[in-house]
């Protein structure tokens, strides 16, 4: 049984010889530099589609790697569409399965720099984790860099994200969600408030009270990758792992002397215009 992203790579295979953009299945192998007799075994359902088969349609026949990836969208990127994306490196292991890049600190001063250059990138470190080789999209790793994100990140923590493409970033990036963002000299872990559709910005927000929040304009972004586990070389004692807990009732608790002040000032003050 084929995977789902292998059935619409198929369906795109299907709609280029309709169009007549290719004239036969040889063709279109021959034109991705694969063997035929491969493609025939992807087409029977014998086989699944390979990443860099999926790169090359992506790049020559302009197929859409938002549908091949979710099922959303057209088959094929509009020109305009065609233009702003961008085509991600992406390292496997013998078996075809991603392995997940690794950026650390040393490397995140140049990396904006470098992300279109796959030698730079196949040059970073990377590994395998088994809960993310059956997930849909690209998957890197970001160690954590200064304390703007503490208490949820100390430094040298790891992040494991997914990337979201750019024809995303409108309707698709979460207020108060965390993401890794990769823009013009840095490379930079924060919370968001999607501000693209209203002012073509970004406003970043530190968990760290002591940062400011800032915006990041749409034309510095370079990438953008969702993060969704983290990964800490740190063990939390169990007075750290109470320390909010018991911060939250200190403050309940100056809350609600608080607001007894407060009655017991009104009450007094009722109780003296009715002697008076």
């Known amino acids: 049984m084929n995977s789902i992203v292998t059935q619409r790579f198929i369906q795109c295979h299907h709609q280029l010889k309709q169009d007549n953009r290719v004239r036969s299945s040889r063709q279109f192998a021959l034109s991705l530099d694969y063997l035929p007799q491969s493609l025939s075994e992807i087409l029977k359902g014998r086989r699944d589609v390979t990443i860099d088969l999926l790169r090359r349609a992506v790049e020559i026949y302009q197929v859409n790697p938002i549908f091949l990836y979710t099922g959303e969208g057209e088959l094929f990127l509009t ?3 065609e233009k702003n994306l961008q085509i991600l490196t992406v390292v ?7 392995r997940i890049l690794h950026v650390p600190i040393a490397a995140q001063g140049v990396y904006p720099n470098e ?3 796959p030698t730079f990138v196949q040059s970073l470190p990377s590994y395998s984790m088994p809960e993310f080789q059956h997930t849909n999209g690209v ?3 970001f160690d954590i860099n200064g304390d703007s994100m503490v208490p949820t990140f100390l ?4 992040v494991i994200s997914s990337y979201i493409e750019p024809t995303q970033w409108e309707a698709g990036i979460k207020n108060q969600h965390v993401y890794v963002f ?9 919370r968001v408030m999607n501000k693209l559709k209203e002012h073509k910005q970004l406003h970043l927000i530190s968990d760290n009270s002591f940062y400011e929040s800032y915006p990041l304009d749409w034309s510095e972004i370079r990438e953008i990758w969702q993060v969704h586990t983290k990964i800490s070389p740190f063990l ?3 007075q750290h792992a109470q320390a909010p807990v018991q911060e939250e009732v200190k403050e309940l608790r100056r809350m609600i002397g608080e607001q007894h002040k407060m009655i017991q000032h009104l009450h007094n003050t009722i109780e003296k215009l009715i002697n008076s």
């Open 79 to 81: 020109p305009d569409e």
């Open 115 to 117: 992300i279109g250059n």
């Open 139 to 141: 998957h890197r790793c």
């Open 155 to 158: 430094e040298g923590d790891k």
């Open 92 to 98: 496997t292991d013998t078996q075809d399965v991603e």
């Open 236 to 238: 939390a004692s169990a």
């Open 182 to 190: 990769v823009a013009q000299g840095e490379v930079v872990v924060k």
